[in-house]
């Protein structure tokens, strides 16, 4: 194969190295971006320290005086507003605690009331009941004593009846005595041998009255009658008496029976005294409890309106003590950001740690410096080494295509590609810009670059 033929073969190669670098090179300018983008951040957020300490740095310095006047006005005006807030829950605590007492209150004089209208209505109850009782003992008392006047009023009969029995059981004895001796006289005088008649004439004659047989059955028949009614009479008066001791009986019953219920009817009669007493104690307890809480309902009433107005006004303090706490903190903040971001430049080792604010912002702006001059030397390193190995392939492509009509251009172009493809090489590895891949394809285009110069001037020597 002459030179021209293996200056083809070449181009050709050196086309699919083009493409290979071009592609390459993309990639890598793509992965390099990205470090320098974390470089870039790295600067960036270090720069933003840099700036909040100095800027923290100098709110200190400069409003110092300002923030110790306006701490101790607000430390003052805290002191007193704590002081009231204090007041405030202590008046809120006891009137909690009232609130409490109210309802307890509230509910004991409803439960009294209630518990006396029921006592009341319980106690008339038992009024009209008592009444009724001694209604019907009266009635009752009054029944008995009529019965105990009729059993003395009997008991005054029987008497008077029995001593008319005796004395007419004396008189019939008497008249039966007189009988039997006239009889016994009749008989004797019979017996001597009178008559019947002559008997009778001589008995006349003894006890001075006309005495005949007709008298005689007459006098016999009435002391039969006599005796007859006096059996009677002794009878009636043996069944009274015999009743006698049950009436008596019945009586002191009933008397025992008026006195337990008189003694029952006083006992509950004192037992309505004492609930009444009770119920009279019950309904001044109520009253006084009802007349306490109408004194508390106002009290709470204008206690209440007292916190809601003690309440918005410390509402309105507090407000106020906000809006003047926030330069404050914000000061307060500036000094907290200052110390930690010294804490933190100390630690990295940018000052030492006693070292002045001048001298710890002298090395961090340093440092600052230092990063700012690494993101610009890999941002540049990055733009030169991709443009010089695009314009690498570029060259190296016309050179490819041109290289059998116009060899001067395709050496030139050719050379180009190789002192760009080595400067994109060296400017790679001294930022770190490009990957490996396009490094290689960098070094692919140099020797293909090199050996297309060699052989296109090969016929030309010849």
Excluded at 58 to 72: H, N, V
Excluded at 298 to 310: H, Q
Excluded at 339 to 366: K, P, Q
């Amino acid at each position: 194969m002459n030179a021209k033929g293996i200056v083809k073969v070449i181009s050709v190669v050196t086309v699919f190295i083009c493409i290979f670098a071009f592609v390459a090179g993309i990639v890598g300018i793509a992965e390099g971006f990205n470090g320098v983008k974390f470089v870039k951040d790295d600067y960036l957020k270090f720069q933003k320290q840099v700036d909040d300490y100095k800027a923290a740095t100098e709110k200190i310095s400069s409003d110092k005086s300002e923030y110790e006047s306006m701490k101790a006005d607000y430390t003052e005006v805290r002191a007193q507003f704590d002081a009231d807030t204090e007041a405030y829950d202590a008046m809120v605590s006891d009137y909690e605690i009232a609130v409490v007492d109210y309802n307890q209150k509230l509910i004991q004089y409803s439960v009294g009331k209630s518990t006396l209208t029921g006592g009341i209505a319980t106690y008339e109850q038992g009024r009209r009941s008592l009444d009724e009782g001694w209604e019907a003992y009266y009635q009752g008392k009054d029944a008995f004593e009529a019965g105990k006047a009729e059993f003395a009023d009997k008991m005054a009969q029987y008497e008077d009846g029995k001593t008319l029995y005796e004395v007419g059981m004396a008189q019939y004895e008497a008249g039966m005595k007189q009988y039997n001796e006239i009889i016994t006289s009749i008989v004797a005088l019979e017996a001597y041998g009178l008559s019947h008649e002559a008997a009778l004439a001589s008995v006349s004659t003894q006890i001075g009255a006309v005495v005949t047989d007709s008298a005689l059955a007459s006098i016999e028949s009435g002391l039969a009658q006599t005796k007859a009614s006096l059996d009677q009479a002794k009878t009636m008066l043996d069944t009274a008496e015999d009743m006698m001791p049950q009436a008596q009986e019945q009586i002191a019953e009933g008397e025992k029976t008026m006195s337990a219920t008189y003694a029952m009817l006083q006992s509950a009669e004192n037992s309505m005294s004492a609930a009444l007493a009770q119920i009279n104690s019950g309904n001044a307890q109520v009253n006084s409890i009802g007349g306490e809480l109408g004194g508390d309902r106002d009290s709470l009433t204008e206690t209440a309106s007292v916190i809601a107005e003690e309440n918005a006004r410390l509402q309105a303090k507090e407000e106020e003590l906000d809006a003047a706490y926030e330069p404050i903190a914000e000061y307060e903040k500036a000094q907290e950001k200052a110390s930690r971001l010294h804490d933190i430049f100390v630690d990295a080792g940018y000052a030492e740690e006693n070292a002045s604010v001048e001298e710890l912002i002298e090395g961090i702006d340093a440092h600052a410096s230092e990063l700012r001059g690494v993101y610009l030397k890999d941002m540049l390193g990055e733009i030169i080494s991709f443009a010089l190995l695009l314009l690498a392939s570029f060259a190296a492509f016309i050179a490819s295509l041109t290289n059998g009509k116009k060899e001067k251009r395709a050496i030139i172009l050719a050379g180009f590609a190789m002192i760009a493809s080595l400067i994109s090489i060296a400017v790679a590895e001294f930022t770190n810009a490009l990957n490996f891949a396009s490094v290689l394809s960098a070094a692919l285009l140099i020797i293909s670059a090199g050996a297309m110069v060699y052989f296109i001037k090969q016929p030309i020597e010849e």
